[in-house]
């Protein structure tokens, strides 16, 4: 009756069926003796169970309703709690530090959730991940997705600054190019970092402003040359020349001056230095004869006004060689020259009366007082004017000159010729002052001479430098040398002093100039045996004995030791040089072709670490079998150091940015590839709706920079890859398709044309071959020239070929008919050995009549491409060539031909 007390609260009452088996005695087993119970004590036990069994049912049930009722009242507490705690969220608005310290406080996992949807910060969102990490992992994924967004944007500003300042750093160099602006603006382009965009964008600008300024300012170069070059040839007076060369000189200074002027390639501006110079000295050479012409000029006008009677032709050509001189050639010369020519003949002829010479008379003869006495007709115009010659070089104190003509003159003399009186006089007067100056000058010559050993005498105290030391003795001898010529001989004496004193001089210089081709020779000695180590090196290169680190070392030693070799005399130096290059050369090549495919495995391992995906589970380890492969292949073939330090540097940040975009790449990625697929899909729908307008003319540009575009803006996301691409492979096909629909409307066209013409010119030549064909009816040209006319001009470069053919079956057709149809008719052979050729070139059936000839011929071409290397295709000069050819052609052949035209009118365009 106390089973009531053994049962858990909220234990569900027995069924009744159970609770009479729980009272219903067990069955006496067979044959055990059991105690008689009477009817009445079964049933009084029966009815006390019953009540207790009830009593225990409503026990349970009471505690039940106190379970339930309990339960109600604590999901109505929760319920009441989640409300309090979402109005409290709602309350919380923008206050990230309310929000944190909420989610720290708060049991229910979704409004945890809502609440760090209001977390930004990084120093809340950190506080946050750190309580949460454990604890609620939809916050934490939430959390540390918007910290590591934050960390990879803080990346994108420090690279953002970085490139920024070297900018700005740019603006600042002396020396700008676009290669470093280019680099400047790839590294800019795969940064995100829009808060510098503006500062970049300004500094971007003003770099952009710099490159325009020097590229201006080279073209103006390059234009100012221009100019400069052609002022030779305008014909411009001195004047002109001169205002045009000074302008031209202002912008050369105002170039020079400019702050981009380093820019400037250095050859450019020597030519434009070179070619001022030239023409300064034109210019002055110009003005130094148009003053002499304008001296001369205003001489003779002068002269002119004068009168004659205080003028003489001796005075005037005396003045007229004191006169600067004229150009050598040159109109206004040989005019300036005829008017004094003119103005000499205009004096009369003097009439020279010779001195009286007493005649004495002989003993025994009578004097005849009536004989005239004998004349002295004097000097011809040759001596006078040798004489003034002379007289002109002394006054300018030209004394070898004046020596000169004085020794011509005794020459002219020793001839016979006689001299008036006057003359005489004036010549000896000229004479003792030719003496006169000769001493003075000879005098003057031993003092300077003095001067000059005393000079020489004095070198050897100077401690100057052998080379200048060698100077200045040559420039003494030379300076003796001159005084020999202005001064006349020196004294045997002081000869050699001089000598003996430039001996002594130059002595240390002599013996420091053969050290040195002792030097010279050691030193070519030297180079003999690099030219036979490198010579050796390349027998063991051909060899294959190729130990490529050795012959890099070797390389690099022997270029070395030949930069440090010393001087070599010229001679020897050029066979040397020539021998040690051609050897260099010999053993570099090979290297060069072997580091060449090095430097591409290098290449090959940075873009295949610029493959490896960051967000592979094994790009770690291929990255690192990656650098193990670089390693051997470093150890194996060092290629140049600078060459080596930027590939290593590249594959470093190859890898470092793989390291880097492990971590970033997976917050990027998702943005990254939307953006990329709004601008594929931009990209396509451009392509989609410019199809109708692609021409042949501007369709490789579209596609080509569409292909460009393409592969510039990235990956989409995977699961829209495949419709991308085909979208962006329908339009590719449709903008192709409609250039193809065009070029095969524009082929036809041609084709028709060519086909045309090509008829016309068939029909005449059948007419010229065969005069009573119906082509033959019409005979004469005109008939023929205007069937020419009426049909359209051919594109392509077809017109010159077929107008060539016309014109020559047309001159034939008036002219000689029988040979130009015997070369028509020679001409068929070879017309259809070419077609048949160009058939097999374009893959065009030829008839089963030619399949004999088609064979064999494929056969020569088949041959013909492996000789030469080349696939058989469509030759261009073959088709011109083969309609250049005269030749008869049946119906068939003109067939063919109009098929292979149609084939390929294009490709012969």
Not at 275 to 282: G, K, Q
Request: aromatic share 4%.
């Amino acid at each position: 009756m106390f089973d009531f007390l053994f049962k858990r609260q909220g234990s569900k009452p027995a069924a009744s069926g159970e609770q009479q088996g729980a009272v219903k005695p067990a069955p006496a087993k067979s044959g055990a003796a059991q105690p008689a119970v009477s009817k009445t004590a079964g049933k009084a036990g029966s009815k006390a169970s019953n009540k207790a069994k009830a009593a225990a049912a409503a026990v349970a049930e009471q505690a039940a309703n106190q379970a339930a009722a309990q339960a109600a009242e604590a999901r109505a507490a929760v319920a009441s709690a989640r409300e309090r705690q979402a109005a409290q969220l709602k309350a919380l608005g923008s206050d990230e530090a309310a929000a944190a310290e909420f989610i720290l406080q708060s049991p229910f996992s979704e409004l945890r959730l809502a609440a760090a949807e209001l977390l930004h910060g990084r120093e809340h969102l950190e506080r946050v991940y750190g309580a949460m990490r454990n604890v609620d992992r939809r916050v934490a994924k939430l959390v540390h997705g918007r910290l590591d967004a934050i960390r990879h944007h803080e990346a994108e500003l420090r690279r953002g600054e970085d490139t920024l300042a070297q900018a700005r750093a740019m603006l600042g160099d002396v020396l700008l190019t676009p290669n470093h602006v280019g680099e400047l603006d790839r590294k800019w382009s795969v940064i995100r970092a829009s808060e510098l965009a503006a500062d970049f964008e300004a500094v971007r600008a003003q770099l952009g402003a710099r490159l325009e300024a020097q590229v201006q300012l080279q073209r103006a170069m390059i234009d100012r040359l221009t100019a400069l070059r052609q002022l030779d040839g305008q014909g411009l007076d001195a004047a002109a020349l001169g205002e045009a060369l000074a302008r031209l000189q202002q912008e050369q200074a105002a170039a020079l001056a400019d702050p981009g002027h380093p820019s400037l390639p250095r050859a450019l501006v020597g030519e434009v230095s070179n070619e001022l110079a030239r023409l300064t000295a034109s210019l002055a050479t110009a003005e130094k004869d148009a003053a002499a012409l304008a001296a001369r000029d205003a001489a003779l006008t002068a002269w002119a006004a004068q009168p004659q009677e205080e003028l003489t032709p001796d005075t005037l050509r005396r003045e007229w060689q004191r006169l600067p001189a004229m150009p050598a050639n040159g109109a206004a010369t040989e005019a300036l020259q005829a008017r004094f020519d003119a103005l000499l003949a205009s004096f009369p002829q003097a009439i020279r009366k010779p001195k009286a010479v007493p005649v004495v008379a002989q003993a025994g003869a009578p004097a005849d007082s009536g004989a005239a006495p004998a004349k002295d007709k004097g000097a011809d115009q040759a001596f006078l004017d040798q004489l003034e010659a002379l007289e002109a070089a002394l006054q300018q104190g030209s004394l070898g000159t004046a020596a000169e003509i004085d020794k011509s003159l005794k020459d002219a003399k020793d001839k016979g010729m006689r001299l008036t009186g006057a003359q005489l006089e004036h010549l000896t007067h000229l004479r003792a002052d030719l003496k006169r100056l000769s001493d003075w000058a000879r005098w003057g010559g031993n003092v300077s001479r003095e001067e000059l050993i005393k000079t020489v005498e004095t070198l050897a105290t100077q401690n100057l430098a052998m080379g200048e030391l060698a100077k200045k003795v040559g420039s003494m001898r030379e300076r003796w040398k001159a005084l020999d010529t202005l001064s006349g001989p020196a004294p045997r004496s002081l000869w050699e002093r001089f000598d003996a004193a430039c001996s002594a001089a130059y002595a240390p210089a002599a013996a420091h100039f053969r050290q040195l081709a002792d030097e010279r020779h050691a030193n070519a000695a030297r180079g003999q045996a690099l030219v036979d180590e490198a010579q050796a090196e390349i027998a063991n290169l051909q060899q294959d004995n190729a130990d490529w680190k050795h012959v890099s070392a070797t390389v690099q030693r022997l270029r070395t030791a030949w930069s440090h070799l010393g001087a070599v005399d010229r001679k020897e130096k050029k066979r040397l040089d020539g021998l040690f290059s051609e050897a260099l050369t010999t053993l570099q090549r090979p290297l060069e072709n072997q580091r060449k495919v090095e430097v591409a495995v290098r290449e090959q391992l940075i873009e295949e670490v610029h493959k490896l995906d960051p967000n592979e589970r094994h790009a770690v380890d291929m990255l690192r079998e990656l650098q193990s492969r670089w390693q051997e292949h470093a150890r194996a073939l060092p290629l140049e150091r600078k060459a080596e330090q930027a590939l290593w540097q590249r594959f470093r940040a190859a890898c470092d940015a793989l390291f880097a975009a492990r971590k970033e790449h997976a917050h990027a990625a998702d943005s990254e590839r939307r953006t990329h697929e709004a601008a594929k899909e931009a990209l396509c729908a451009r392509l989609e709706a410019a199809a109708g307008d692609a021409t042949p003319s501007n369709v490789a540009r579209m596609l080509r920079e569409a292909a460009a575009e393409w592969q510039a803006i990235g990956p989409v996301p995977r699961a829209h890859e495949a419709r991308i691409e085909g979208r962006y492979q329908a339009a590719v096909a449709q903008v192709q398709a409609q250039v193809a629909e065009v070029r095969r409307a524009a082929d036809t066209v041609l084709a028709g044309v060519v086909r045309d013409k090509l008829r016309l010119i068939q029909a005449l030549e059948t007419a010229i071959a065969d005069p009573d064909s119906n082509a033959g009816t019409h005979t004469q040209g005109d008939d023929w020239r205007a069937r020419w006319a009426a049909l359209a001009p051919v594109d392509g470069g077809y017109e010159p070929i077929l107008q060539k053919r016309f014109d020559a079956a047309l001159a034939a057709l008036e002219g000689d008919r029988a040979a130009y149809a015997r070369q028509l008719q020679e001409n068929r052979p070879r017309l259809l050995n070419d077609l048949l050729r160009l058939e097999i070139a374009a893959g065009i059936d030829s008839g089963a009549e030619f399949a004999r000839d088609r064979l064999r011929l494929q056969v020569e071409v088949l041959q013909s491409s492996l000789k030469s290397g080349q696939k058989p295709g469509g030759n261009t000069a073959e088709l011109r060539a083969l309609l250049a050819l005269p030749a008869l052609a049946d119906v068939r052949t003109e067939t063919r031909i109009e098929c292979l035209m149609l084939r390929q009118p294009k490709e012969a365009s």
